[in-house]
T-cell receptor, first 119, second 107 residues
Framework: QVQLVQSGAEVKKPGASVKVSCKAS????????VTWVRQAPGQGLEWMGW????????NYAQKLQGRVTMTTDTSTSTAYMELGSLRSDDTAVYFC????????????WGQGTLATVSS | DIQMTQSPSSLSASVGDRVTFTCRAS??????LNWYQQKPGKAPKLLIY???SLQSGVPLRFSGGGSGTDFTLTISSLQPEDFATYYC?????????FGQGTKVEIK
């Protein structure tokens, strides 16, 4: 069965970076993209961008350009999302999900990773 | 960016009720509209894709409709496990955007 398993909770100081991993299993990793979505406490869902696991092409949200980097390691079927220059309003649960601009929907999701930014 | 507006923002309903909520896009998105269900502390779950296609494993009481700018999600007979927040999401163009959600509560 398809599973996406994310790394554990993180606490970071303002200005630092956080890197979240998302290990996929149960399907051919390079056949699907991985999208990242975040949810601030008590708020709605925000699309951050995606990466093609096939060729590494990325598409980032404009508001995060320059701060976000998405990568994949096809040898371990793992996707990564790194967000730098953290601010308090980056405190959120970060989700990875299978899908991108080719598939058009997010059919499997990771369990979420809480990243807290606090001094 | 395409704005997605859901209504109502919350509703109270009883088990067995038929409920419908709506999602409106700020411009035409053809049928590039997905619906997700989210329960507290959990990841969203895909219910409907391409406006009206039922995701595998999702109960038949869920149905979606619409195209262009106006879309609906209907639950034909509300079950206890359906109390959750529902989000629409457009995948017509980036940035993909979500509605603000409709929270379904027990009456």
């Amino acid at each position: 069965q398809v599973q996406l398993v994310q790394s554990g909770a993180e606490v970071k100081k303002p200005g630092a970076s956080v890197k979240v991993s998302c290990k996929a299993s149960g399907y051919t990793f390079t056949s699907y993209g991985v999208t990242w979505v975040r949810q601030a406490p008590g708020q709605g869902l925000e699309w951050m961008g995606w990466i093609s696991a096939y060729n590494g092409n990325t598409n980032y949200a404009q508001k995060l350009q320059g701060r976000v980097t998405m990568t994949t390691d096809t040898s371990t079927s793992t996707a990564y999302m790194e967000l730098g220059s953290l601010r308090s309003d980056d405190t959120a649960v970060y989700f990875c999900a299978r899908g991108d601009g080719t598939t058009k929907e997010l059919d499997y999701w990771g369990q979420g990773t809480l990243a807290t930014v606090s001094s | 960016d395409i704005q997605m507006t859901q209504s109502p923002s919350s509703l109270s309903a009883s088990v067995g009720d038929r409920v419908t909520f709506t999602c409106r896009a700020s411009q035409s998105i053809s049928n590039y509209l997905n619906w997700y269900q989210q329960k507290p502390g959990k990841a969203p779950k895909l219910l409907i894709y391409a406006a009206s296609s039922l995701q595998s494993g999702v109960p038949l009481r869920f149905s979606g409709g619409g195209s262009g700018t106006d879309f609906t999600l209907t639950i034909s007979s509300l079950q206890p496990e359906d109390f959750a927040t529902y989000y629409c999401q457009q995948s017509y163009s980036t940035p993909w955007t979500f509605g603000q959600g409709t929270k379904v509560e027990i009456k």
